[in-house]
């Protein structure tokens, strides 16, 4: 008899998430928060005292999301405060790996999200256009920290992620600090959205 590998991980709030088949219901945003904030981005290889979480990141996302979008609903605010929220479970991985891993990541990604989604009250799928508008605020957040954290040149972060209008990213100064506080700051972020729903 061959044995089903376990497919669940218990999180710290008591729940099981079943990371082939999440649920809504297994979902709890201080999980998030938590594993979020001890997520180091591109690997760790950042400079600093601390390591530049992906819980920071979504955050930054969020505020560049809301710079470009200033008359966005919260619903959509939400949705990119959470761009990333399936990393707290699967990690971050820098995009070669994603690339050599190939397309089920992604699908294990998708299937997070949409539950993360629903259990905050947004659509399981977001509009195409509220997508790709996170996305090119995830693009502008991406040079910001290759510029002031990661050790690329202005030129390379520039060939690589684009180069950013100067309103977007003005008085925009990236921020180590330790983990408790970046979960607390994610997290209250994560209820002030909810509260504009």
Known sequence: MIKTPRAWQRMLSGRRLDLLDPTPVDIEIEDIAHGLAFVARWNGQTRGDFAYSV????LLVEEIYTRQNPNAPAKWKLAALLHDAPEYVIGDMI????????????????????????????????????KQAIKRADKISAWLEAIQLAGFSEAEAN???????SDTIKGLSLILRPPLNARQAFTKR????????
């Open 55 to 58: 819980a920071e990141h979504s």
């Open 95 to 130: 995009s070669p790996v994603k690339s050599a891993v190939g397309p089920g990541y992604e699908e294990l990604d998708a299937r997070l999200m949409a539950a993360i989604h629903i259990r905050f009250g947004l659509p399981a799928q977001i509009p195409k256009t509220v």
């Open 159 to 165: 060939k690589i992620f684009g180069t950013p209008k």
């Open 190 to 197: 994560h209820q002030t959205l909810l509260e504009d729903l």
